[in-house]
Each structure stands twice: as structure tokens, then as C-alpha cells.
């Protein structure tokens, strides 16, 4: 990065006046003056630069997923970090992780400066204390098989730097999610993924397109290490954990799409498995008893594809649609 820029985060850390996400956006200068309709249409548009900024840190994100599965691949955790509505956005993506994908709840973690009491109620100041981020690290015990995504959309927020910082000195895999250029504010995390949007309608609101691009980078992030660990087929949640009526009904309709059955024989499948789908269709479709069907996904890593291709003839297609 120019020498320039980094002694000016290095010197003014109170000064963020240059910061990307701090400027006064000039297609909003009369924001107040709007109408309804206006302001709808104006946000719409400028809403459509989230789209732009992921394609432009594609690369990034792509090794960021393949870091995470990896990581988890080999009994590690990922855990995202962040103050504010970037780690409430981190809570929420690994809040739903185990629903969709039956992963156990410390998988994938999300930590809130200021615990889930700032979930409800803003506790910004607590962003500023670099040392509580590396505690929070280190009351994790994170380890280097871990990796830690530390999202700030300014870049500067020192509870989020604490911790990457923190997260490197334990060997962790580190990736930093921030909304300014690298030459704003620079990071020493092994991935490095900007999100760059501009500046905000309502200058310095984070909240808006940086957070719905936060938002876009860890459903990417998140659902794409799921894809690499198998807990997708095709393009359904065949992990998918069967804990309401809803979530039966769309175990059932997988069932039903992904085989041949009728809806009263999928839900006998789907009691015999005990509530597994994945399990289900390894029965189904391998033509095995719940404990073998069991022992293969177990032997192939909970991929179905590579454990059905192993029991079946490899020129035969048994699923419709494959």
C-alpha cells in the first residue's frame, strides 16, 4: 500500500474522514428532499453496485470457501468476528447453519462485541478495545485448524483487528471482510476480501449496501463450504435438519423430487432413517439397510454422490435430474 495512506491510518487511527465508507455520496446530496418513491428508485439503484463488488472479490471469496471447508474438513471451527451490524450479520449466518445444514452449533460461530445482549441493543462503544477481541479469541481456544473471518466494514475497528491479530498468532487461518480498498486500511489476515460499494446514500451508514453486501459475501462464503463438505446434492439441503413441520414437509418434497416414492412412501424412508435425508437416499438409492447405507456415507465423508458411486454401476444415472 502508498506509504502515504498507511502512515495516515497508522497516525489519525480517530481520523476516518478518507475511509471509503465515511464519504458523502453525491447522488444523495438531497436525500431529504426526496419522495418516497424517489428515495425507493434511488436506493435501487445504488443497491445494484453490491452485485458489481462481489464479482469483483470472486477470487477472494472462492479461496475463503475453500480455506473454511478445508478447515472443517479436519475438525475445525470457522468463526466470523465482527461489532455492530457487522457481527450481528456474523451471528446470523452461523445462527443458521445448523438448521439448514445439521451442523452442530460450534461449528460455526459467530461472536458480538458485547455478547448477545448487543444483539438487541447497540453497544458500539465496545468495538474500540482491541484487547477484547484477541480474549475473545483466546476464551475460544482457537487453534490453527480454525479460521477466523473478522468483518469491519470500515476496516479500523480495533475489536475486529484484535482479534485477526490475535487469530495469527495461534496459527489460525485468518480472512478479513471490509468495504474500503486496501490502501485505505491494510490487514495482515491470509485473505483479504474487499466489498466495495461506495459510499453510502446515507453517509456513513454502514448498515445499508455495506451491510447487504456483508450479508451476500458470508451466504457465499458459508453455503459454499457446506457444498464442498456434501451437505448439498444437487442443489438441496440434503442435510437439512428435520425439526419442524416446515422443515419435514421440505425433507419430504427432496425425497419425493430425488427418487421415484410418493409422499407416504418418502415419509416411511424418512422415519426409517430417522429423519436423515441424506441417509435416506443412500438407502433409496443404493438399495441398503440404514446401518450399511450409514457405514459408506461414513467411509466417502458424508459425500452421497461419491458413496453412491461406489455401491452403484458407475453408467447408470439413478436419480432424475442428475
Not at 490502501?183 to 446514500?201: N, S
Amino acid at each position: 500500500m502508498p506509504a502515504s495512506s498507511s502512515a495516515h491510518f497508522l497516525s489519525n487511527p480517530a481520523d476516518r474522514g478518507h475511509l471509503l465508507t465515511e464519504q458523502a455520496n453525491p447522488r444523495s446530496a438531497q436525500l431529504d428532499q426526496l419522495s418516497s418513491l424517489e428515495l425507493v428508485d434511488l436506493f435501487n439503484q445504488e443497491d445494484q453496485r453490491t452485485l458489481t463488488a462481489i464479482a469483483a472479490a470472486r477470487l477472494a471469496l472462492a479461496a475463503a470457501i475453500d480455506a473454511a471447508a478445508a478447515a472443517l474438513a479436519q475438525g475445525g471451527r470457522l468463526f466470523y468476528i465482527g461489532a455492530g451490524t457487522s457481527g450481528r450479520l456474523g451471528v446470523l449466518d452461523a445462527a443458521e447453519c445448523p438448521p439448514t445444514f445439521c451442523t452442530p452449533p460450534d461449528l460455526v460461530q459467530g461472536i458480538l462485541a458485547g455478547g448477545a445482549a448487543a444483539l438487541v441493543k447497540s453497544s458500539e462503544g465496545l468495538e474500540d478495545v482491541a484487547e477484547d477481541g484477541a480474549a475473545a479469541i483466546a476464551d475460544r481456544a482457537v487453534q490453527p485448524k480454525d479460521v477466523v473471518v473478522g468483518i469491519t466494514a470500515g476496516g479500523t475497528t480495533p475489536y475486529v483487528r484484535g482479534a485477526i491479530a490475535a487469530a495469527n498468532q495461534r496459527g489460525a487461518t485468518t480472512v478479513f471482510i471490509a468495504c474500503v480498498p486496501a490502501d485505505q486500511v491494510p490487514t495482515e489476515a491470509d485473505i483479504d476480501i474487499r466489498l466495495l460499494v461506495g459510499p453510502e446514500l446515507l453517509a456513513g451508514s454502514t448498515r445499508l449496501k455495506a451491510g447487504t453486501v456483508t450479508k451476500m459475501a458470508l451466504n457465499i462464503l458459508s453455503t459454499g463450504a457446506m457444498v464442498r463438505l456434501g451437505k448439498v446434492y444437487g442443489n438441496r439441503m440434503v442435510d437439512v435438519a428435520v425439526t419442524n413441520t416446515k422443515l419435514r414437509d421440505r425433507a419430504l418434497r427432496i425425497l419425493c423430487d430425488l427418487t421415484d416414492l410418493d409422499r407416504e412412501a418418502a415419509a416411511d424412508l424418512l422415519d426409517r432413517s430417522h429423519q436423515q435425508v441424506k441417509l435416506a437416499l443412500m438407502m433409496h438409492l443404493g438399495g441398503l439397510e440404514a446401518e450399511t447405507a450409514a457405514g459408506q456415507l461414513a467411509q466417502h465423508g458424508g459425500q452421497l454422490r461419491r458413496a453412491l458411486a461406489a455401491v452403484q454401476n458407475p453408467g447408470e444415472d439413478l436419480v432424475r435430474g442428475r
